[in-house]
């Protein structure tokens, strides 16, 4: 077996006795002796992976939905992909309310951010393509951290008040508004290359 094989074997483990745990008790009670116990790893082995407890959350969170998104076909999937993370949030609630209470509102939402800004700009640079024009690179950095900070907003507002707001509203509303606005965005101040 190779290094990267077993690496990815054991950051699984981990990531699944930190589930485990998470079952139990606030994500804030949790140890890495508790994690490492579970595992039947040593506590070098857990820090060689991961920094602190954080990063094996967000390396958790990451691998279960955030690499799915990137393969999404943003120009034609945007819906799809926003969506996903929805259902994923539905499907995990247990895990995501207990980060929330736990680490609260910016960590959960910072754990989302960097990923969503990369599908934010694959989804900016395919509307530049369809539409033949194209934003200076310092605009469309800006404009891919404000609609990224409005996407990542929304979707921890719809996490807190999900049982009360519907999803498939959400979703239209996400997606009209950033497809309206980033067409208008694009031909307003963008230019022919």
Known sequence: MTHAVTSMNTKR????SLRNA??????SKITVTEII???GVNRKTFYYHFQDIYALLKWMLKQDAIEVIKSFDIAADF??????????VEDNNHLISCAYDSIGHDVVKSFFYSDFIDMMNRYIES???????H??????????????????????DWIRDRDTVDKDTVIAYITKTFSTSL???????????
Not at 13 to 16: N, W
Request: neutral net charge; charged residues 30%; aromatic residues 14%.
């Open 37 to 39: 116990t579970d595992c």
């Open 135 to 156: 934003l200076e690179d310092k605009y469309r950095d800006f404009v891919s951290k404000f609609y990224t900070e409005a996407l990542s907003g929304m979707l921890m």
């Open 13 to 16: 483990a981990l990531a699944s």
């Open 183 to 193: 067409n208008g965005i694009i031909k307003t101040y963008g230019f022919t290359a």
């Open 79 to 88: 819906d799809e992909a926003i969506l996903f993370v929805m259902n994923y």
């Open 22 to 27: 998470m079952e139990k008790k606030p994500f």
């Open 127 to 133: 509307k530049e393509k369809k539409l033949g024009i």
